[in-house]
């Protein structure tokens, strides 16, 4: 044995302890595909320890040196194809039945070891006496057969996933693949064909840069496209052809010139002038072939990328409008990279809250989906973090990525994009930008992907002016609403004054007036039964007005400081609708309207505070009295639905062809104070048509049903006095509410429950 040899042994087994290290760097038992990778790694540094040890000459019982090789290279072999199917994503199916022949051949080979060994002659495998060279004869063809079956099985799978469609960066991995493949398998011809010459000379270093490559490819996300790393090879090769032949040119002119020209003066004069001729032939000789070998080979002119990024920053200086923004970044995009497919997300929340990425211009994306991104997103978190750009395949491979939901990942996946840049401001994600493949199918170089992300930088300078700019128009928009609001708040608030007063003042004059002509009564007066009783029934009716006044009042009141309790019970809407049109009878007949009710009877029981539901809906009835026209129809309908979060309710629909209401007013109508009608129509009468109120009954209306966990919107197709559109008010309220706990309360209030429903 020679010193060489121990070296090159020494060195491999060098190569897969470093390979070891790395792959437990990485080690995770979930992760099918680094454990092949570790077993495999760990029976080849095995192999080559044993190798070692035996020509170091090692004596040890424990240990058959040559058995021990086999056996681990075999096994090492096995895993590899084991490591090949789960790369490629193979069902547990497929890599169950792999592992089951794997083991299988495993097993037989070691009987026969065993057997070999002499230590269990004729039990663990039948040999019917054949001798030890037959044996290992046996051995070597069952170890050969497991090397088959793993590159064979290997080599297969690889070309027909080559054959598919997939992201770039996958078909690299595996043209990768496929070179680790025959490097193994050529490890394995020699193998068998010379273990002590060519394998341990050839084999063992082709085991290892195979096994070594196989490492990195798992290990490493980020790998040179061999394609691209072929064409610049291909190019380097071009270029040095092209300089060296002027050389030559140059070389065998000046031999020439000295067999021609014997004058020493003439000579020199000549060789300067072919010496400049070549010297200014050189750039331009080799921009026009790098130039003709670019677009021979890479099918495209070299780039000027500083003209480009020029040209860019020149577009967007004075864009302050992030959509054109983002139109003119596509643009450049698909300028200088000549991509496919691309998309510039930007992130519609600024600040520090959560991120919602929405793309706003695209290129090539056909059935384009819109799906918005959230701050739980990985990807949007790797982003902000690494503040690097991040490639689709490593979004399919690390385990970062494992916990991102699958349809979000099948949308990514669709979009079939390869690259994702982020746009950054500090901490901040303004927006992405995500590149799809070159036209040409190549994948991106270094030089290439420089330019995506400085063309991030600069989108994310311009974005940042214009989305500021944004903001800022934003926020004017909502300080022009509020202020409107404000003032309509005003508005109302001083008409409130007056309303309330009014209200206020009017029942209590009545009250005063009625309450002198009792002071002044005669004795007469009082023998006139009609006439006190109608002195009375004045005082009585003033007083109910004003009761009903402050009581609303009181109730709004309580539900703005979240006071507003629920005694709640089993509650039939029928009763509670004939409960809440009892006092409205003689003027639905006094002003010859029609009320009439639909379906209330069969809608199930609900749990609900009948008084507060009765209330509800009397001044749900109110309106409609007070908003249609004599001679009107007001309509009342029941059906059985569910809230939006699923749970069983009911639908109450109280409708009429009334005035109706303009739908910019379909919100505020639910406000305090807001009326819709002037103060001047403002009556004492509940129920006159037109009269306005304190505009507290809706107000009190959302209460109760908001405090029930219910929901009400109103639908009208606008106000018409003359066409009468109607309205029509929908109140969900839930079977179940899910009320708060109840608080108790002083024992004088409980008594004011007085109705029960069954
Ligand atoms: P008000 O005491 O003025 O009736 P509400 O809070 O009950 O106050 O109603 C607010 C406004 O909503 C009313 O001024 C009216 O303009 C409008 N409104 C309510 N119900 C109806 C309806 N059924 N038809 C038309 N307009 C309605």
Redesign the pocket.
Known sequence: MEIPEIILISLCLLIFGVLQVLVILRWRLADILVVHLGVSVSLGFFANLCLLLAWLEVTTNALNYELSIQLSLLAMILTFGGLTLSLLKKTRRTLLIYWGVGLAILLLWSGLAFNFQGWATGIVVATNGVGLNGIEQLMAIVAGSGWVMAITSALVNLTSELKQRHPLQFLNRLRYWLIVTFLLGAAGVTLFADFTGSFRWVGLPLLTAGMALASYNVLSYQTPDLKLLFNWGLHYIGITFVLSSITLIGLVGATQLYRFIAHRTHLLIWLVILAVLMAASYRPLQRLSNMLLMRFIFGRTDRDETQMIRRYNQNIRNTLDVQRLSDVTIKAMVETLDIERGVVFINERNGRGPVWLKPLSTVGLKNFTTKCLTIENPLVGYLRKEKTMLSQYEIDVRPEFKSMAQDEKDWLLALELEMYVPILREQELMGVLAFGPQKNGTAYSKKEKDLMVMLAEQAAVAMDGALLFQQLATINDEVGLLNDRVSVLDKSKSEFLSIASHELKTPLTQIHTYSQLLLDLTEDDLKDETYTKKVFEGIARGSERMRDVIELMLDVSAADMGSMYLFTGPVIMKEVFEQAIRPYLPVLDERRLALSENSLADLPTIEADGTRLVQMLE?LIN??I??TPDGGQITITGRPTTMSDGEPAVEIMIS?N????DPQHHEM?FEKF????DSKNHSTSKTKYKG????????LVRAIVETHNGEIWVESVGRDEVNRPG?AFYVVLPLLPKLPERIELPQSKIITQTITYS
């Open positions: 001044n309106n409609a007070k908003y009429d009334g005035i109706g209401i109508i807001f009326r819709v009608e306005a109120g304190p505009g507290l009954g809706l107000t309205s």
